[in-house]
């Protein structure tokens, strides 16, 4: 994740870079943190891959039988672009994001008509439930599908949260940069949606790995999460 320093996500509000300091380090940083750290795709909530996709929803030619089981879309040998989608929003018209292969993650209540959209669309994708929320479970059929092991979580704030109650998190990748937002009651890093009182870290422990210094005063930050002593 890339944040400013009072950890909102979004560069279009932050303040601006200081003078002699290059417009545009924020997404150069992004990208060559990202390709260090090795993954083999990346996922996202449904808002951002929106974003992303920018995809408009039509009728499938037709709707085939055996629909509602994992998909394996043509892959070939590409990172992995994942969606978590529980009702099925998102709209795509190929199948790629950024040049890697889109795999939806849905609930089991999506329509039939927007399965045979995907597949139409060259689009991977499984099931996490009956909601679509079992990321565990997600997970788990994302590693036996294609053979990864390494994803790299980019947000948005409330899929972040989600993947944290859940577990799912094994290492925090925080680019900070030297930039203020400001304004209350916008997306943080982390936006768990739980009931009141609820801990989505509870248990956990961070481990310091990494701090780097980039050019412009970007800090690079790695951090292992662990299991705390006493939770």
């Given amino acids: 994740m890339g944040s400013s320093i009072d950890g909102r ?10 003078t002699g300091i290059a417009d545009g ?4 940083y992004y ?3 990202a390709a ?8 996202v909530g449904r808002t951002t891959m929106a974003e992303i996709a ?5 009728l499938p030619s ?7 089981r994992t998909h394996l879309g043509d892959r070939k040998g590409r990172d992995l672009a994942v969606a978590i989608d529980p009702h099925g929003k998102v709209h795509y018209g190929r199948d790629d994001a950024g040049g890697d292969h889109v795999v939806a993650v849905l609930g089991e209540g999506v329509s039939d008509a ?3 959209e995907l597949r139409e669309d060259g689009v991977s994708y499984l099931f996490a439930g009956p909601e679509g929320r079992d990321l565990s479970a997600a997970m788990d059929t994302l590693g036996a599908a294609f053979g990864v092991r390494t994803l790299l979580l980019e947000g948005g704030g409330i899929i972040n949260g989600a993947f944290l109650k859940a577990g799912l998190i094994d290492e925090v990748s925080l680019l900070v940069s030297p930039a203020l937002d400001g304004l209350a009651g916008v997306p943080t890093i982390f936006e768990y949606h739980g009931e009141p009182g609820e801990r989505p ?4 422990a961070l481990r310091h790995l990494q701090t780097e210094t980039l050019e412009g005063g970007t800090v690079w930050l790695r951090y292992r999460v662990e299991d705390a002593e006493d939770a």
């Fill in 9 to 18: 996500l979004h560069p279009s509000r932050w303040t601006p870079p200081a």
């Fill in 25 to 28: 380090l924020v997404h150069r």
């Fill in 31 to 33: 990208e060559e943190t």
């Fill in 36 to 43: 260090r750290l090795g993954g083999e795709g990346w996922i």
């Fill in 54 to 58: 920018k995809g408009h929803p039509r």
């Fill in 62 to 68: 037709a709707i085939p039988a055996s629909l509602r």
């Fill in 114 to 116: 927007y399965l045979a």
């Fill in 201 to 204: 870290a509870a248990g956990k």
